[in-house]
Antibody, heavy 121, light 107 residues
């Protein structure tokens, strides 16, 4: 079955960086699109960026431009999201999600379990 | 950016009721719309893609429709396990955007 398994919870200091991983199994990684979405406590879902592993280039939300880097390693079917310059406002659960890379637009079918990132001094 | 507006933001219904949630896009998105269900403390789950197509394994009491700017998600015969927050999302263009969510509670 398809699984997206994310790395474990992190506690970070303000100003530091965090890198979250998302390993896919049961699906062809090279024909996937990987999104990163976050959810602050008690809030809704917020798109951060998307990568198509086969192409290697990512699209980022303007809000995170310059602070976020999304990469993918096809050899290990793993995507990564690194966020720098952390502040308390970045405390959230970070999710990866997967969509099939078919056609013009990509509808998500599977989600990772989420990774809680806590930013605290 | 395309703004997605959901209504209501919350609702309370009885078991067996029919529940309808609406989602409006600030500009036309054809049928590039998805619906997600998020149960308390859990990751979102994909319910619907392309505005009206059920993802594999989603119960048939869920249905959805719409195109352009106006979309609906309907739950026929609400069940206890449907307690969740429901989100719409457009994937017509970047940035991908979500509606604010509709919290469904059981009376």
């Amino acid at each position: 079955q398809v699984q997206l398994v994310q790395s474990g919870a992190e506690v970070k200091k303000p100003g530091s960086s965090v890198k979250v991983s998302c390993k896919a199994s049961g699906v062809t990684f090279s024909s996937s699109v990987i999104n990163w979405v976050r959810q602050a406590p008690g809030q809704g879902l917020e798109w951060m960026g998307t990568i198509i592993p086969t192409f290697g280039t990512a699209n980022y939300a303007q809000k995170f431009e310059g602070r976020v880097t999304i990469t993918a390693d096809e050899s290990t079917s793993t995507a990564y999201m690194e966020l720098s310059g952390l502040t308390s406002a970045d405390t959230a659960i970070y999710y990866c999600s997967r969509a099939p890379n078919s056609g013009y637009a990509h509808a998500v079918d599977y989600w990772g379990q989420g990774t809680l990132v806590t930013v605290s001094s | 950016d395309i703004q997605m507006t959901q209504s209501p933001s919350s609702l309370s219904a009885s078991i067996g009721d029919r529940v309808t949630i609406t989602c409006r896009a600030s500009q036309g998105i054809s049928t590039y719309l998805a619906w997600f269900q998020q149960k308390p403390g859990k990751a979102p789950k994909s319910l619907i893609f392309a505005a009206s197509n059920l993802q594999t394994g989603v119960p048939s009491r869920f249905s959805a429709s719409g195109s352009g700017t106006d979309f609906t998600l309907t739950i026929d015969s609400l069940q206890p396990e449907d307690l969740a927050t429901y989100y719409c999302q457009q994937y017509n263009s970047y940035p991908l955007t979500f509606g604010g969510g509709t919290k469904v509670e059981i009376k």
